[in-house]
C-alpha cells in the first residue's frame, strides 16, 4: 500500500469517525405530537379526542420543556322522548413550561416553571402555578434518567363555587426516563404542589414503542389528585390513553 493510499484510508476513517460521532450528539430540539380518536355509533354515539405536543430544547445554558395536552369527550344518547342528548364528559386543557439554568456544574440547575390547566368537569374552574428553585439532574446515561426539581411557588386557582384558593405552595417534582430497547421506552413523571388550601399531585406512567420511522404506540395513565373537592366530585381524576405518537424532530 503506497502512502497516498494509506492516507486516503486514514482519511476516510476519520471522517466516518466524524459521522458517528455527530450521529450520537443529542438533539438540540425535539418535538413529539400525539393524537388519539375514538368514535362510536348505535344506541350511544361516543367520540373522544386526545392530542399532545412534547418539546425540549437542549442549550450550553439551558435545559428546557415544554408540554401541551389535551382531552374531549362527549356522548350523545336517546331520552325517551326519542331526542337526542348530547353530554360533555371530558373537556381539559393543560400547558406547562419548564426552563434550567445551568450552573458550573451542569447537572445542576436553576429552574423556573408555569403551568395551567383548565378541566371544565374537575372541582376547579382553572388552575394555575408559578414556581422557581433547584433542578439536578442526578444520572443520564444510554440506558435512564432521573431529574427532580423542588422550590417555593405560588398558585392560582378557582373552584367551581368561585371560591378563590390562590396561595403560597412547595413545589416537588421528578422524572424518570428508562430506554428498554432501542425501540421502547418507560416514563414516569410526578409532581406536587403542597399549599395550605389544597395540596395537588400529578403522575403519568408510560410506555412508548417504535413502529416504524418517526411513528410510535404510546399507552399512559394519568392521574390527577386534589385535597379539596366539593361534595359531588371526586379527588382523583384518572385518564388512560392509546396514542399514535410521531416525532417532528
Do not use: C
Request: hydrophobic share 35%; no cysteine.
Amino acid at each position: 500500500m503506497n502512502t497516498n493510499t494509506l492516507t486516503l484510508f486514514i482519511a476516510l476513517g476519520l471522517a466516518s469517525t466524524s459521522v458517528i460521532a455527530q450521529e450520537e450528539e443529542p438533539k438540540p430540539f425535539t418535538l413529539d405530537g400525539e393524537f388519539g380518536f375514538i368514535a362510536t355509533t348505535g344506541n350511544t354515539d361516543t367520540t373522544s379526542i386526545s392530542f399532545g405536543l412534547n418539546a425540549t430544547q437542549e442549550l450550553e445554558r439551558w435545559s428546557n420543556v415544554y408540554l401541551v395536552e389535551g382531552l374531549y369527550s362527549e356522548d350523545t344518547t336517546r331520552n325517551e322522548a326519542g331526542e337526542d342528548v348530547t353530554n360533555t364528559t371530558a373537556q381539559r386543557v393543560f400547558g406547562s413550561a419548564q426552563a434550567n439554568y445551568k450552573l458550573e456544574n451542569p447537572n445542576h440547575r436553576l429552574f423556573g416553571f408555569a403551568s395551567y390547566e383548565d378541566n371544565r368537569l374537575s372541582n376547579f374552574e382553572y388552575q394555575a402555578t408559578i414556581a422557581a428553585g433547584w433542578n439536578q439532574l442526578l444520572w443520564e446515561n444510554d440506558t435512564s434518567s432521573f431529574d427532580y426539581s423542588i422550590g417555593p411557588g405560588y398558585t392560582f386557582s378557582e373552584d367551581i363555587n368561585g371560591e378563590s384558593l390562590d396561595g403560597f405552595v412547595v413545589r416537588a417534582a421528578a422524572d424518570y426516563n428508562w430506554n428498554i430497547s432501542e425501540t421502547s421506552q418507560f416514563t414516569q413523571t410526578f409532581s406536587t404542589e403542597i399549599g395550605d388550601e389544597n395540596t395537588r399531585t400529578r403522575s403519568e406512567t408510560a410506555l412508548t414503542a417504535q413502529l416504524f420511522g418517526g411513528l410510535a404506540l404510546r399507552v399512559s395513565l394519568l392521574l390527577n389528585h386534589n385535597t379539596e373537592a366539593s361534595e359531588d366530585r371526586d379527588k382523583l381524576d384518572t385518564e388512560t390513553a392509546v396514542t399514535l405518537v410521531y416525532s417532528f424532530f
